[in-house]
């Protein structure tokens, strides 16, 4: 059964919230079997196409993207990144969301916080569109990435940021690379679910791009767990294809259409 966003709610302080991205139809249809959330992230910026920064990801390659990821989506929740610079202000956030709802049939919208940017997401939110709300300092700038919030004072703020998330009607909010003590402060202190990534176990729900969990994006700060080295697999099957073709291995005539 699809997921809805009240059940997402009513996950707080009850089972953990799981999450991880997906770019292609293949990816998100196993996603889809175990995840509560699927998100097209503009991580694809550094992972798919290779730019220094995420900034660089345009609302049309989010939207094909999403396209091919809700083809293999059930049942998960589809949550699309809103780039940056489609929501500068409230008209062109309201057109860019609509426009990504309506290309991609997506389930909400991520859009980050810069501070300021609440009166949007309280827009879109009484619009009845989704929104989950983004914290976070990295992956701005060659995925580099720092701890937040390691003193009182940085983590009251954040604290506060994260308050006027929720109150403009966010269902959930990313919270990426806080430290230990605030990641537990907001998470105890919000009504909505926090879904961390690099900001410890004490939050609602953990998120990691699929690409670093699998060992094939080349990014692996100590808060991804490398589940499988893919590329290390990768690389084994691409040299025994060239040996094979080299020695005319392959194709055999068990690979022919009229083989046996
Ligand atoms: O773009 C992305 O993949 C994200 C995750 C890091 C949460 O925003």
Redesign the pocket.
Known sequence: MKKKIFNFKNKKNKSKILSL?AYSKNIAKILDKYMDIV?V????ANVLYGHEN?HKIKLENIIQHTISVKMGIKKSLLVV?MPKGTYDNLKSAEKNVKLVIKKTRCDAV?IESNKKNYKIIEKLTKKKIAVMG?IEVT?KFKRKLKVEAKTKLEASKLLKEAKLIQKAGAFSI?M?CLSPESAKLITKKLDIPTIG?GSSKYCDGQ?L?TDDMLGTSGFYPKFVKKYVNLNRVIEKAVKEYSRDVKLSKFPSTKNFLNGN
Do not use: P, Y
Not at 41 to 44: A, N, Q, T
């Open positions: 991205t998100l992230g503009d991580s694809m995420t990144d991520k983004h992956r990313v990426e990534i998120i791009v």
